[in-house]
């Protein structure tokens, strides 16, 4: 049946980014697939009086947390693809052998593939070349999304097993966020003494150049969903933080807006208005 399958690194990242998309398409009848890379092991303990009585067994608390996240969005399908988290770079978790960030490229690109052919997915969407900010885990989900949405069609490369036939998408895109918003958030930075004026005026590393954003999602009717799945990322979004100090109304507007390169398409997409454009 085809569809979307979104690839994505930790449990709440797929909320975060794409979250109204994902709820949208699934209550409009696509196949919703959601595939995460690790468990998030690494991640920050918010909300919790003894962080440390967690954190070994972080992995499982997320994994419930992600249950909660895609039945607020009503996303049936998701797979791990099985790594540890690798933490930011130069980090001790960044050096474990079983972390994402040391898979071997083409193992973890065939696990990929091998859903994709399972699933025959028409749209894929994987992250920018720089996986938004720099984390290790999300650059791997660039590559790694890149390249298994191009071998997934390549017998040679990845022959079929267990009687699976290769499959093309038709659309990879990349989910992004805009260099725009960031130099935003440093401006109040800077505004609140958070920040060195300097440092702030400083163009950022992370984000896409807003050029590069071919398509910006418009799912207002899906914010709440999306909200609801963000907060179900329990130890991840801190009471005091920045999404609770967002005025509602205009959370919801933020929420329902999201960003997308088009990477690569087999079919014409003019106007570049919807992850299926060109294919409905």
């Given at each position: 049946?085809?569809?979307?399958?979104?690839?994505?690194?930790?449990?709440?990242?797929?909320?975060?980014s794409?979250?109204?998309?994902?709820?949208?398409y699934?209550?409009a009848g696509?196949?919703?697939?959601?595939?995460?890379?690790?468990r998030?092991?690494?991640?920050?303990?918010?909300n919790?009086?003894?962080?440390?009585?967690?954190?070994?067994?972080?992995?499982d608390?997320?994994?419930?947390?992600?249950k909660?996240?895609?039945?607020?969005?009503?996303?049936?399908?998701h797979?791990f693809?099985?790594?540890?988290?690798?933490?930011?770079?130069?980090?001790?978790?960044?050096?474990?052998?079983?972390?994402?960030?040391r898979?071997?490229?083409?193992?973890?690109t065939?696990?990929l593939?091998?859903?994709?052919?399972?699933?025959r997915?028409e749209?894929?969407?994987?992250y920018?070349?720089?996986?938004?900010?720099g984390?290790p885990?999300h650059i791997?989900?660039?590559?790694?999304?890149?390249?298994?949405?191009?071998?997934a069609?390549?017998?040679?490369?990845?022959?079929?097993?267990?009687?699976?036939?290769p499959?093309?998408?038709?659309?990879?895109?990349?989910?992004?966020?805009?260099r725009?918003a960031?130099?935003?958030?440093?401006?109040q930075?800077?505004e609140?003494?958070?920040?060195?004026?300097?440092e702030?005026?400083?163009?950022?590393?992370?984000g896409?150049?807003?050029?590069?954003?071919?398509?910006?999602?418009?799912?207002?009717?899906?914010?709440?969903?999306?909200?609801?799945?963000?907060?179900?990322?329990?130890?991840?979004?801190?009471?005091?933080?920045?999404f609770?100090?967002?005025?509602?109304?205009a959370r919801?507007?933020?929420l329902?807006?999201?960003p997308f390169?088009?990477?690569f398409?087999?079919?014409?997409?003019e106007?570049d208005?919807d992850?299926?454009?060109?294919l409905?």
């Amino acid at each position: 049946m085809p569809g979307l399958l979104a690839f994505h690194a930790h449990p709440d990242d797929e909320s975060l980014s794409m979250g109204a998309a994902l709820a949208r398409y699934a209550a409009a009848g696509e196949q919703v697939v959601v595939v995460t890379a690790t468990r998030g092991e690494v991640g920050e303990i918010y909300n919790h009086d003894d962080p440390g009585a967690i954190r070994e067994a972080l992995g499982d608390v997320r994994e419930v947390e992600m249950k909660a996240a895609l039945d607020a969005l009503g996303v049936e399908h998701h797979h791990f693809l099985g790594y540890r988290d690798s933490g930011m770079m130069g980090t001790g978790d960044n050096e474990r052998p079983e972390c994402f960030w040391r898979a071997d490229f083409h193992e973890a690109t065939s696990r990929l593939v091998r859903l994709i052919r399972h699933y025959r997915p028409e749209v894929v969407t994987a992250y920018d070349p720089y996986g938004g900010y720099g984390h290790p885990d999300h650059i791997q989900v660039h590559r790694i999304g890149t390249a298994a949405f191009f071998g997934a069609p390549d017998a040679g490369r990845y022959p079929p097993e267990d009687g699976e036939e290769p499959w093309q998408p038709s659309k990879l895109y990349w989910a992004t966020f805009p260099r725009s918003a960031v130099r935003e958030m440093q401006r109040q930075a800077a505004e609140k003494g958070e920040m060195d004026p300097e440092e702030a005026a400083k163009e950022p590393a992370a984000g896409s150049r807003d050029e590069d954003i071919t398509l910006w999602l418009e799912s207002p009717r899906f914010a709440e969903a999306k909200e609801q799945a963000v907060l179900a990322h329990y130890t991840q979004i801190p009471a005091d933080g920045w999404f609770h100090q967002i005025p509602t109304d205009a959370r919801r507007g933020f929420l329902s807006r999201e960003p997308f390169t088009l990477a690569f398409s087999r079919v014409r997409a003019e106007p570049d208005d919807d992850l299926f454009a060109g294919l409905r």
